[in-house]
């Protein structure tokens, strides 16, 4: 039995997407393009997606990470084309929620990424760790998804 748990943002970010935001809603919704741009994530197994649309709510997936062992199980709990997206990942006692907001800046996009992870409280304080370098990796890996969306774009 796990016991009381508590929830912690480890992130809050925001990457600016040259693309409109749909475009880059498409991009980052879609659970094939995560190898291309997360760096923490090899591949992704066992992709099941119920509906029409790539990473639509009940789409699920597992990552098979860096870290062996590591292979949480995510499910898009939150879909809003060209707005918001979120996903949940359990493994083992913790679960993580990202959720993506998409805003129209200046003909591009404003990416803001926040993270949450719940853990039981007794690792609680281990989480101030990952409070500090989480928001650095995850910029990153966004600022990578921003550059291979543009690379990928037509020329005007």
């Keep these: 039995m796990v016991g009381v748990t508590t929830r912690r943002q480890i992130a809050d970010v925001r990457v600016r997407f040259r693309a409109t935001s749909h475009a880059a809603f498409d991009y980052l919704s879609d659970p094939r393009n995560r190898p291309h741009w997360q760096s923490s994530l090899r591949a992704i197994d ?33 879909c809003q084309p060209g707005v918001r997206w979120s996903e949940v990942g359990g493994w083992n006692v913790v679960d993580a929620l990202l959720t993506l907001s998409f805003t129209d800046v200046d003909g591009d996009t404003e990416v803001r990424a926040q993270a949450y992870l719940t853990v039981p409280s007794v690792v609680g304080p281990a989480v101030l760790a990952l409070r500090l370098l989480t928001p650095g990796a995850l910029r990153h890996d966004l600022r990578r998804a ?9 020329s005007a």
Excluded: H, K, N
């Design 46 to 78: 066992e992709l099941c997606e119920p509906g029409d649309r790539r990473g639509d709510v009940g789409t699920s997936w597992i990552d098979r990470t860096v870290v062996p062992g590591v292979s949480p199980r995510l499910e898009v709990v939150d």
């Design 146 to 154: 921003a550059a291979l969306l543009a690379a990928d774009a037509p």
